[in-house]
Nanobody, 121 residues
């Protein structure tokens, strides 16, 4: 069984920074991609940033230039450095993992429990 443990959320003033972490543990032979999604009250969950096994990154337009996603492959951990935070960034942030339990099996998806980020004006 694969688990994701997230940390780093909290309350910050506009213009401030936070760093989210998500560590994956369990039966993982290969990580195909890791990412962060956010869900604000009354809105659908949407992609914030993702990083592939090869290190390619993808960002939502709203966070480009402010957020940076990175990975520590040795620790199966993904990070999201969030700078110049805005009140509109307030949401629950969820970690997402696409992995293979064995190299010959299909890719599976796991979600973290979510961490709340609140940005005050």
């Amino acid at each position: 069984q694969v688990q994701l443990v997230e940390s780093g959320g909290g309350l910050v003033q506009a213009g401030g920074s936070l760093r989210l972490s998500c560590a994956a543990s369990g039966s993982i032979s290969r990580i195909n991609a890791m990412g962060w999604y956010c869900q604000a009250p009354g809105k659908q969950r949407e992609l914030v940033a993702s990083i592939s096994s090869g290190g390619s990154t993808n960002y939502a337009d709203s966070v480009k230039g402010r957020f940076t996603i990175s990975r520590d492959n040795a620790k199966n951990t993904v990070y999201l450095q969030m700078n110049s935070l805005k009140p509109d960034d307030t949401a629950i942030y969820y970690c997402n993992l696409l992995y293979q339990r064995f190299l010959w099996t299909r890719s599976l998806e796991v979600w973290g429990q979510g961490t709340l980020v609140t940005v005050s004006a």
